[in-house]
Protein backbone atom coordinates (compact mmCIF):
# COMPACT_ATOMS: atom_id res chain seq x y z
CA UNK A 1 0.00 0.00 0.00
CA UNK A 2 1.41 3.02 -0.83
CA UNK A 3 1.47 6.12 1.36
CA UNK A 4 1.90 9.61 0.38
CA UNK A 5 2.70 12.51 2.54
CA UNK A 6 2.91 15.78 1.96
CA UNK A 7 4.58 18.91 3.51
CA UNK A 8 6.05 22.45 3.24
CA UNK A 9 2.48 24.48 2.73
CA UNK A 10 2.21 27.73 4.08
CA UNK A 11 1.55 31.51 4.00
CA UNK A 12 3.19 33.52 1.74
CA UNK A 13 2.73 37.27 -0.31
CA UNK A 14 2.24 37.24 -3.79
CA UNK A 15 4.99 37.17 -5.97
CA UNK A 16 6.62 34.82 -2.87
CA UNK A 17 7.86 31.15 -3.45
CA UNK A 18 7.26 27.82 -1.30
CA UNK A 19 8.83 24.29 -2.25
CA UNK A 20 6.09 21.71 -1.61
CA UNK A 21 7.28 17.67 -0.97
CA UNK A 22 5.58 14.65 -1.17
CA UNK A 23 7.46 11.94 0.92
CA UNK A 24 6.47 8.20 -0.80
CA UNK A 25 6.11 5.12 0.82
CA UNK A 26 5.13 1.23 0.06
CA UNK A 27 5.71 1.12 -3.09
CA UNK A 28 6.97 -2.33 -4.27
CA UNK A 29 8.45 -0.49 -7.33
CA UNK A 30 10.61 3.21 -6.69
CA UNK A 31 9.00 4.13 -9.98
CA UNK A 32 5.96 5.46 -9.85
CA UNK A 33 3.43 8.17 -11.94
CA UNK A 34 3.06 11.06 -9.53
CA UNK A 35 1.58 14.18 -9.69
CA UNK A 36 0.28 17.68 -7.58
CA UNK A 37 -3.58 18.50 -7.74
CA UNK A 38 -4.59 21.48 -5.88
CA UNK A 39 -8.40 22.76 -4.87
CA UNK A 40 -9.46 25.94 -3.86
CA UNK A 41 -12.41 26.12 -1.85
CA UNK A 42 -15.88 25.90 -4.01
CA UNK A 43 -13.65 24.86 -7.15
CA UNK A 44 -12.86 21.35 -8.72
CA UNK A 45 -9.67 20.05 -8.34
CA UNK A 46 -7.37 20.85 -11.06
CA UNK A 47 -4.30 19.42 -12.06
CA UNK A 48 -1.18 20.88 -11.52
CA UNK A 49 1.70 19.00 -12.46
CA UNK A 50 3.01 15.51 -13.21
CA UNK A 51 5.83 13.52 -13.45
CA UNK A 52 5.72 10.20 -15.23
CA UNK A 53 8.10 6.94 -14.94
CA UNK A 54 10.00 8.12 -17.59
CA UNK A 55 10.71 11.25 -16.13
CA UNK A 56 8.64 13.12 -18.45
CA UNK A 57 6.34 16.24 -16.83
CA UNK A 58 3.40 18.37 -18.26
CA UNK A 59 2.13 21.10 -16.30
CA UNK A 60 -0.84 23.10 -16.21
CA UNK A 61 -1.33 26.23 -18.61
CA UNK A 62 -2.23 28.29 -15.21
CA UNK A 63 1.22 27.46 -13.24
CA UNK A 64 3.57 26.93 -16.65
CA UNK A 65 7.14 28.76 -16.11
CA UNK A 66 6.06 29.45 -12.30
CA UNK A 67 6.00 26.07 -11.15
CA UNK A 68 8.63 22.90 -11.37
CA UNK A 69 8.17 19.10 -10.76
CA UNK A 70 11.12 17.04 -9.93
CA UNK A 71 11.40 13.90 -8.30
CA UNK A 72 14.95 13.09 -5.67
CA UNK A 73 17.37 10.31 -6.88
CA UNK A 74 15.97 7.83 -4.57
CA UNK A 75 12.17 8.56 -6.43
CA UNK A 76 11.19 8.55 -2.74
CA UNK A 77 10.34 11.93 -2.29
CA UNK A 78 8.71 14.18 -5.13
CA UNK A 79 8.72 18.22 -5.20
CA UNK A 80 6.97 21.27 -6.58
CA UNK A 81 8.65 23.93 -6.48
CA UNK A 82 6.74 27.47 -6.78
CA UNK A 83 7.95 30.66 -7.70
CA UNK A 84 5.68 34.13 -8.42
CA UNK A 85 2.85 32.99 -6.25
CA UNK A 86 0.13 34.87 -6.85
CA UNK A 87 -3.53 35.24 -4.98
CA UNK A 88 -5.21 32.52 -7.17
CA UNK A 89 -2.70 29.53 -6.34
CA UNK A 90 -3.93 29.58 -2.96
CA UNK A 91 -5.89 25.69 -2.84
CA UNK A 92 -5.08 22.50 -0.61
CA UNK A 93 -2.30 20.85 -2.51
CA UNK A 94 -2.16 17.44 -2.46
CA UNK A 95 0.17 14.66 -3.94
CA UNK A 96 -1.11 11.77 -5.62
CA UNK A 97 0.25 8.63 -7.25
CA UNK A 98 -0.32 5.60 -10.09
CA UNK A 99 1.64 2.98 -11.13
CA UNK A 100 2.40 4.27 -14.36
CA UNK A 101 1.80 7.18 -16.82
CA UNK A 102 2.98 8.73 -19.57
CA UNK A 103 3.84 11.87 -17.93
CA UNK A 104 1.88 13.99 -20.54
CA UNK A 105 -1.03 16.58 -19.97
CA UNK A 106 -3.70 13.80 -19.97
CA UNK A 107 -2.64 12.79 -17.09
CA UNK A 108 -3.92 16.05 -15.37
CA UNK A 109 -7.43 15.69 -16.79
CA UNK A 110 -10.19 14.77 -14.39
CA UNK A 111 -11.25 11.85 -15.72
CA UNK A 112 -7.38 10.24 -14.98
CA UNK A 113 -7.45 8.44 -11.74
CA UNK A 114 -5.08 8.18 -9.73
CA UNK A 115 -5.11 5.22 -6.57
CA UNK A 116 -3.31 6.88 -3.94
CA UNK A 117 -3.59 10.44 -2.35
CA UNK A 118 -1.68 11.92 0.15
CA UNK A 119 -3.71 14.17 2.61
CA UNK A 120 -3.04 17.40 1.94
CA UNK A 121 -0.75 20.64 2.37
CA UNK A 122 -2.49 24.10 2.62
CA UNK A 123 -0.77 27.20 0.07
CA UNK A 124 -2.22 30.59 0.97
CA UNK A 125 -0.92 33.40 -0.84
CA UNK A 126 -2.02 36.90 0.14
CA UNK A 127 -1.65 39.92 -2.16
Known amino acids: QVQLVESGGGSVQSGGFLRLSCAAS????????MAWFRQAPGKEREGVAV???????AYADSVKGRFTISQDNAKTTLNLQMSSLQPDDTAMYYC?????????????????????WGQGTQVTVSS
Open 26 to 33: GSPDSSLC
Open 96 to 116: AARVACSGSSYALLPGFEYNY
Open 51 to 57: RGNTGRT
